[in-house]
């Protein structure tokens, strides 16, 4: 029979990658935490109109990789491309605009985008995002990308940086994009066909474009920075100063512009080994909220991608230091060992045993392939003198202790272990 396999694009995280990812998680809520973000979980599924209205129609995201379909009453519903549309659409359902100026969330879950798998590019994969909303000063940019900062160096990851970029407010981004436009007709033949098609749709985009006569072209192109109004000047003015204050490793890129509509202002992307796909990226969107019926409200937000993420962190699991592993021969060894076990479980030590009548030989080997930082060894012998063997699996070292100790003892060198 044909066995059933994942589809394409979709992965499995398996229980010795699950570990790995359980703690960088941790590390990144306990991060948001500090800096005084709460979680938001929002729902896998959505109407499509609402990632339409705010990604933009024109992206590649809504034109080539949103997952649509029409439910049994005939909705047009998505899954998810990205987790903004939804938090500021819960944002908005809920009293969270009105009861104090700043809100700041977080969010992890599933994202689904068709795009064409490949290293670090799946069709299901995990983002982290913060969103924080009611901040229109540059100092919330600045801190914004210092709490992913400290996110990555709380991570250890190696050599990672900031792109970041000025879109300019409403008004500065359509001039900007009046200027790209008619800089870009007087050299409409050299551009690719898809730029050609973005000169009508999305001028901007062809400075994000990855084929080589575009780069060629788009290096030449107006800088932004150039045609900004005061106000936007002074605001990226001031984000730069923040970074640099925080010593944040960034650099100034003035053809990032990001593949989403809903950007005015700041936006960044980080960068991290020699990977060409950014770990994380976001930015400021101070239109959103009210592009989708709500007040005035400023926001500002990133996501990490955490495949890509995960992809770049050394792993450092070692075997876990409250884990036990209980071998018993024989029946009488065996009834105690479950004894042993519950009262382990109880105090809080992972404790496994064999259930099966097996020879120490074997048992042992299983010992060492669960991963065990502790063995505890029951046989006839012991039962006879009323003790226990504790065996340390990383030194190879085992102790007698009376049986009425074990608890305390096993404690004891749980705790001097502990990191
Ligand atoms: P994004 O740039 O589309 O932004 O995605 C953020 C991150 O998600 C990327 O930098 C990448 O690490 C990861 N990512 C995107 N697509 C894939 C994929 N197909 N496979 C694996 N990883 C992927 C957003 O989604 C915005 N919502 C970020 C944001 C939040 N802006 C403001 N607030």
Redesign the pocket.
């Known amino acids: 029979m044909n066995r059933y396999k994942k589809v394409r694009g979709m992965h499995d995280l398996l229980p010795y990658e699950t570990e790995k990812w359980q703690s960088v998680e941790r590390t990144l809520m306990d991060v948001a935490r500090l800096y005084g973000y709460k979680e938001i979980r929002v729902p896998v599924i959505e109407e499509r109109a609402l990632f339409e209205r705010s990604i933009g129609s024109s992206t590649d ?1 809504i034109a080539k990789e949103i997952y649509s379909f029409k439910d049994r009453k005939g909705r047009d519903l998505a899954l998810r491309p ?3 549309a939804s938090v500021v659409r819960a944002f908005l359902e809920s009293e969270m605009p009105y009861a104090r100026k700043i809100t700041k969330l977080y969010y992890y879950g599933q994202m689904f ?1 068709y ?1 064409r798998p490949q290293k ?4 299901q ?1 995990y ?1 982290f ?1 913060t ?1 924080l909303f009611g901040g229109a000063d540059p100092f919330f940019d600045g801190e914004v990308i210092e709490m992913l900062n400290a996110m990555v160096k709380n991570l250890n990851l190696p050599g990672y940086f900031f792109s970041i970029n000025t879109l300019g407010c409403p008004q500065c981004k359509i001039r900007y994009t009046g200027i790209i436009r008619e800089w870009m007709s007087g050299r409409r033949n050299k551009l690719c066909n898809d730029c050609q098609i973005r000169l009508e749709t999305a001028p901007l985009r062809i400075l994000d474009c990855k084929n080589t006569e575009c780069r060629e072209i788009t290096r030449y192109a107006p800088d932004i920075r150039e045609t900004l109004c005061e106000e936007c000047k002074r605001h990226f003015g001031q984000v730069e100063e923040y970074l640099r204050k925080a010593d944040i490793p960034y650099r100034v890129q003035p053809n990032l512009v ?3 509509d809903y950007y005015t202002r700041t936006i960044f ?1 980080m960068f991290a080994g020699d990977d060409e ?7 400021r ?1 101070d239109s959103l909220v009210s592009d989708l019926g709500g007040p005035n409200i400023p926001a ?6 955490m ?2 993420l995960l992809s770049l962190i050394k792993d450092k699991t070692k075997k876990t230091f409250n884990f036990v592993y209980c071998i018993c021969i024989g029946r009488q060894a065996k009834i105690k060992g479950i004894e042993i076990a519950r009262s382990l479980r109880d105090a809080g030590i992972i404790t496994e045993i064999d259930y099966e009548e097996r020879g120490l030989k074997s048992q042992m080997k299983e010992a060492n392939r669960s991963g065990a930082r502790w063995c505890i060894i029951l046989g006839e012998q012991e039962l006879e003198k009323n003790e226990i063997i504790i065996r340390d699996m990383v030194t190879g070292k085992q102790e007698n202790v009376a049986y009425g100790n074990y608890l305390e003892i096993g404690k004891e060198l749980i705790n001097a272990e502990k990191p």
């Not at 796909?277 to 930015?283: D, E, L, P, Q």
């Not at 500002?300 to 991608?305: H, K, L, R, V, Y």
Request: no cysteine; aromatic share 12%.
């Open positions: 995201i990205e987790g903004t985008r795009d670090g590019r799946y069709r994969f983002q995002g969103e990001r593949g989403l992307e796909n950014a770990v994380a990226a976001g930015g969107y500002i937000g990133f996501a990490i991608g495949e890509r």
